[in-house]
Each structure stands twice: as structure tokens, then as C-alpha cells.
């Protein structure tokens, strides 16, 4: 169904003043480095990444938030918020979670914004799934997921109401993105990498959506889940950062002339990216325990299953709401991974918030409002720490200072009761590689 069309839609002004002077989330604050690496680390090939739980409709009801205005509630001026956050922040790629109404309305946003858009419903009755978008001009998809949790049942040990607590028809999004050919600094108009070629004249054109048959003898293969693709971008490509031939319209010299620019220039490595949201009810640790390692030990198998030269630079960003603090076995489990029987073959993650001594992590992602007034930290972005750099990452400003300038979450200006986490990423040396010439 459309969204509600006799919904009042959003104020023109839409707080935009407030927006460009006072919003609390603008600033990308540079994470501390050498001067002697600043200039080098400035050089290097980059992407953003964003991830944000926004709140599932079937959730912004008036019984679950008392103090927050009905208006505020309204799915089309949640949506619209969001919106302004995403195009504030441009972020390459984007991971949300509990998102519905995805073919009505976020996935022509996401289009006519330039992003390819993959997505998968949860299991059961619920209506929201998670989501993965990325800019088509820079990456191109190889590989796609969908992780169901609700294997768990068949899996965990116990009698049918022990295991029964594990249906909690949550699901995971996962996706291999390999970066487009770029560009080198001498060869852009601006100073800085462009995308020369356009991924979809350049590349195979991939169905309108692309489903994920269940294997039964595979346990972390999907059992009644597909992915929903957009077509604006191919879904396979060749092994080489620069394009075998040029596209077919193009002509001799003009293909001449991007093999030239596909000289030995740094590209990112392909990014296993995953949209994550574990089960939300705090009694149940063991439950979002189980589907981290579950998350884990597919994503590894997912990273094994690429070709070699994939494998060999892959990076990994694994982002969303696990439900769980920063001191949490789940979130324990996540640094830990490289330290398990076999590792993670991705190498050690952790997050793009964490100290350097990885004891503080961000200091919240979501609010509860009113009577219980608190702060809770439930969303991370993990990354492979081996494989890639933070530079940048948004700015969390202080509970204090949130609490005063708003009297509820969601509000004017946000649309959903979390928060966005963004980090802008460069390959770390040792993963950097070359197009082949």
C-alpha cells in the first residue's frame, strides 16, 4: 500500500534554518593522526558509511512513545527527516534497519538519489527488513545475503520450547561491494577521484530482483528469504579494477584513453558490507549471543566463498542495531571473533567509536525519553581494523546537551528514537592494491 496520501506532508521550511546552524549531527570530526601521515592518509582512495535504524511504523505508535507529538509520529515526517539526514551526510553507503514500505517509498528516494538499493523483509508477520544502498558511480555488486536467524531453531540445542525462543524472525543483509576504477589525482578535473566509467553501460544489467534459493544442507544459507535488487547497477564483474574493454557504445580511442587512466593507482579493496538487527528484548542475551556468532560465522563463509583475488584485499563493515551495550557478550564476541577456533576470516573487527584501547565505545545511539530518561547504546559500526583506516566519523554530542534541545526522540527534527552512526574509511597500506595494467 502507498503511504497515506490525506497525511499532511512536511513543512517547506522544515527547520532547514535550524538545520545549517545548530543541528547537533553535522560534523564529521577527523579521527587524531600524525602530521607526517595526514597528507598521505588524505591521498588515499576513500568511502562513507551510515548506518541507522529508523524506526518501523508498525513501532512509532502513541502507546510506545506518550510524550512524543502525534505529528512527530507521522511516517511521512519521520521519513522526511531521515531523508534530510542522509543527504546531509552523502554518505557512500548506507546500512538501515527496520525499514517498511521499502518498494513505495524508500527505494525511489534511494534511486533518484544514485544509490542501487538491495532488501529483504524479516520473517513472519513484521513488515520492515533491512536494507543496504550504495552509490552506483562507485561500487558495483558481486555477492548478496540474506542472513535468517531463525535457523537457530533447527540448530541450538535443548527441547522444541527451549529452541523455540530462538524464532524471533529477525534477519541480517549482507553484500560484497567492489569499487568502481577511479580516476588518479593528476587525471581529475577537481583535484580529487572522479568515476570515469559508468557501471551500468559498462557492465551486465541484472534482473529487477534476485532471490537467494534455501539450501538445506547448508546451515547458514537463507531458508524463505530473498533479496529485493534495484537494476541500476550489474550484479557481476570481471576480476580486474579496470574494465577488460570499454562499454560498447564507446569509442577505440575512448577506450584508449580510460586504460591509460587505469594506471597503478591505489583502489579500495572490495567491502563485505552487512545491515544487522538482532533481537531487541533484554531478558534474551543468550538469544542475540547466538545470532552474533551466527552473523559471524556466515559473513566468514560468505568471505571464503569469493574468488581469490577478492578474498585476498577484502575488507569488512559490519554495521546496525545488535540490541546489546558495548560490555555485552555480543558485543564482546564481536572483538573477539579473530581470537576463535578457525578466526574471522576478515581479521579482527572493531568499532569505528571505540578509544584506541577499545574500553569506550560511542556513548549512545538511542534514547528513551520522559520519567526513565537514559541514554542506551544498542548501534555500532564495526570494520576490519587489519584492512581499513577511520578518518573521519560523525560526532555524537552529550546526552546534557540532546536532552536539552529536544524534549523527545522522535521530534521536529529526527525521525526515528536512534541516532545515525557515519565513518569515512581509507584501505590501510597493506591492503591497498593496484589495477593490473
Same mark, same amino acid.
Given at each position: 500500500?502507498?503511504?497515506?496520501?490525506?497525511?499532511?506532508?512536511?513543512?517547506?521550511? /522544515?527547520?532547514? %534554518?535550524?538545520?545549517?546552524?545548530?543541528f547537533l549531527f553535522t560534523a564529521m570530526t577527523p579521527v587524531s593522526a600524525s602530521p607526517s601521515? +595526514?597528507?598521505?592518509?588524505?591521498?588515499?582512495? &576513500?568511502?562513507?558509511?551510515?548506518?541507522?535504524?529508523?524506526?518501523?511504523?508498525?513501532?512509532?505508535?502513541?502507546?510506545? /512513545?506518550? %510524550?512524543?507529538?502525534?505529528?512527530?509520529?507521522?511516517?511521512?515526517? *519521520?521519513?522526511?527527516?531521515?531523508?534530510?539526514?542522509?543527504?546531509?551526510?552523502?554518505?557512500?553507503?548506507?546500512?538501515?534497519?527496520?525499514? @517498511?514500505?521499502?518498494?513505495?517509498?524508500?527505494?525511489?528516494?534511494?534511486?533518484? #538519489?544514485?544509490?542501487?538499493?538491495?532488501?529483504?523483509? *524479516?520473517?513472519?508477520?513484521?513488515?520492515?527488513?533491512?536494507?543496504? +544502498?550504495?552509490?552506483?558511480? #562507485?561500487?558495483?555488486?558481486?555477492?548478496?545475503?540474506?542472513?535468517?536467524?531463525? @535457523?537457530?531453531?533447527?540448530?541450538?540445542?535443548?527441547?522444541?520450547?527451549?529452541?523455540?525462543?530462538?524464532?524471533?524472525?529477525?534477519?541480517?543483509?549482507?553484500?560484497?561491494?567492489?569499487?568502481?576504477?577511479?580516476? @588518479?589525482?593528476?587525471?581529475?578535473? $577537481?583535484?580529487?577521484?572522479?568515476?570515469?566509467?559508468?557501471?551500468?553501460?559498462?557492465?551486465?544489467?541484472? !534482473?529487477? &530482483?534476485? =532471490?537467494?534459493?534455501?539450501?538445506?544442507?547448508?546451515?547458514?544459507?537463507? !531458508?524463505?528469504?530473498?533479496?529485493?535488487? &534495484?537494476?541500476?547497477?550489474?550484479?557481476?564483474?570481471?576480476?580486474?579494477?579496470?574494465?577488460?574493454?570499454?562499454?560498447?557504445?564507446? &569509442?577505440?580511442?575512448?577506450?584508449?584513453? =580510460?586504460?591509460?587512466?587505469?594506471?597503478?593507482?591505489?583502489?579500495?579493496? !572490495?567491502?563485505?558490507? +552487512?545491515?544487522?538487527?538482532? /533481537?531487541?528484548?533484554?531478558?534474551?542475551? $543468550?538469544?542475540?549471543?547466538?545470532?552474533?556468532?551466527?552473523?559471524?560465522?556466515?559473513?566468514?563463509?560468505?568471505?571464503?566463498?569469493?574468488?581469490? $583475488?577478492?578474498?585476498?584485499?577484502? +575488507?569488512?563493515?559490519?554495521?546496525?542495531?545488535?540490541?546489546?551495550?558495548?560490555?555485552?557478550?555480543?558485543?564482546?564476541?564481536?572483538?573477539?571473533?579473530?581470537?576463535?577456533?578457525?578466526?574471522?576470516?576478515?581479521? *579482527?573487527?572493531?568499532?569505528?567509536?571505540?578509544?584506541?584501547?577499545?574500553?569506550? @565505545?560511542?556513548?549512545? !545511539?538511542?534514547?528513551?525519553?520522559?520519567?526513565?530518561?537514559?541514554?542506551?547504546?544498542?548501534?555500532?559500526?564495526? /570494520?576490519?581494523?587489519?584492512?581499513?583506516?577511520?578518518?573521519? *566519523?560523525?560526532?555524537?554530542?552529550?546526552?546534557?546537551?540532546?536532552?536539552?534541545?529536544?524534549?523527545?526522540?522522535? %521530534?521536529?527534527?529526527?525521525?526515528?528514537?536512534?541516532?545515525?552512526?557515519?565513518?569515512?574509511?581509507?584501505?590501510?597500506?597493506?591492503?591497498?592494491?593496484?589495477?593490473?595494467?
Amino acid at each position: 500500500t502507498k503511504p497515506e496520501e490525506q497525511e499532511q506532508t512536511v513543512p517547506s521550511l /522544515f527547520l532547514w %534554518n535550524f538545520r545549517s546552524s545548530e543541528f547537533l549531527f553535522t560534523a564529521m570530526t577527523p579521527v587524531s593522526a600524525s602530521p607526517s601521515s +595526514a597528507s598521505f592518509v588524505s591521498s588515499l582512495p &576513500s568511502f562513507s558509511l551510515l548506518t541507522y535504524n529508523v524506526l518501523a511504523s508498525y513501532s512509532a505508535k502513541p502507546q510506545y /512513545f506518550t %510524550n512524543v507529538k502525534a505529528e512527530h509520529l507521522k511516517h511521512l515526517h *519521520r521519513w522526511q527527516a531521515i531523508l534530510a539526514e542522509i543527504d546531509l551526510h552523502g554518505a557512500d553507503v548506507l546500512c538501515l534497519q527496520e525499514v @517498511d514500505q521499502y518498494r513505495e517509498f524508500w527505494k525511489p528516494e534511494l534511486e533518484e #538519489r544514485g544509490y542501487q538499493v538491495l532488501y529483504t523483509k *524479516r520473517t513472519g508477520l513484521k513488515t520492515d527488513g533491512e536494507l543496504i +544502498a550504495f552509490r552506483h558511480s #562507485r561500487f558495483y555488486l558481486t555477492d548478496q545475503r540474506v542472513i535468517t536467524y531463525n @535457523d537457530l531453531v533447527a540448530l541450538a540445542p535443548g527441547d522444541e520450547a527451549s529452541r523455540a525462543q530462538f524464532a524471533t524472525d529477525n534477519t541480517s543483509l549482507a553484500a560484497v561491494l567492489t569499487p568502481l576504477p577511479q580516476l @588518479d589525482k593528476d587525471h581529475s578535473p $577537481h583535484g580529487s577521484a572522479e568515476v570515469f566509467i559508468d557501471a551500468a553501460s559498462s557492465l551486465p544489467a541484472t !534482473s529487477s &530482483s534476485a =532471490s537467494i534459493s534455501s539450501s538445506p544442507s547448508s546451515p547458514s544459507s537463507p !531458508s524463505s528469504a530473498s533479496i529485493s535488487s &534495484s537494476p541500476s547497477s550489474a550484479s557481476s564483474a570481471s576480476s580486474s579494477s579496470c574494465p577488460s574493454s570499454a562499454p560498447s557504445s564507446s &569509442s577505440s580511442s575512448s577506450a584508449a584513453s =580510460s586504460s591509460s587512466l587505469c594506471r597503478s593507482t591505489p583502489t579500495l579493496p !572490495s567491502i563485505l558490507v +552487512a545491515s544487522v538487527h538482532l /533481537f531487541w528484548n533484554p531478558e534474551y542475551t $543468550h538469544v542475540r549471543l547466538a545470532q552474533t556468532r551466527y552473523l559471524l560465522r556466515t559473513l566468514s563463509e560468505m568471505a571464503e566463498a569469493q574468488p581469490e $583475488h577478492v578474498r585476498e584485499h577484502l +575488507a569488512a563493515v559490519v554495521a546496525g542495531d545488535f540490541n546489546a551495550n558495548f560490555d555485552s557478550p555480543p558485543y564482546r564476541t564481536v572483538l573477539n571473533a579473530h581470537h576463535r577456533a578457525g578466526g574471522f576470516s576478515l581479521g *579482527r573487527l572493531r568499532s569505528a567509536y571505540a578509544s584506541d584501547d577499545g574500553r569506550v @565505545d560511542a556513548p549512545y !545511539s538511542s534514547f528513551t525519553h520522559g520519567k526513565h530518561a537514559r541514554d542506551r547504546l544498542v548501534d555500532y559500526l564495526f /570494520f576490519s581494523s587489519e584492512r581499513l583506516h577511520v578518518t573521519s *566519523r560523525l560526532g555524537l554530542p552529550s546526552f546534557e546537551r540532546v536532552s536539552a534541545a529536544y524534549q523527545s526522540f522522535p %521530534n521536529e527534527s529526527y525521525g526515528s528514537d536512534h541516532l545515525c552512526l557515519a565513518a569515512k574509511f581509507t584501505p590501510r597500506w597493506s591492503s591497498i592494491h593496484h589495477p593490473p595494467m
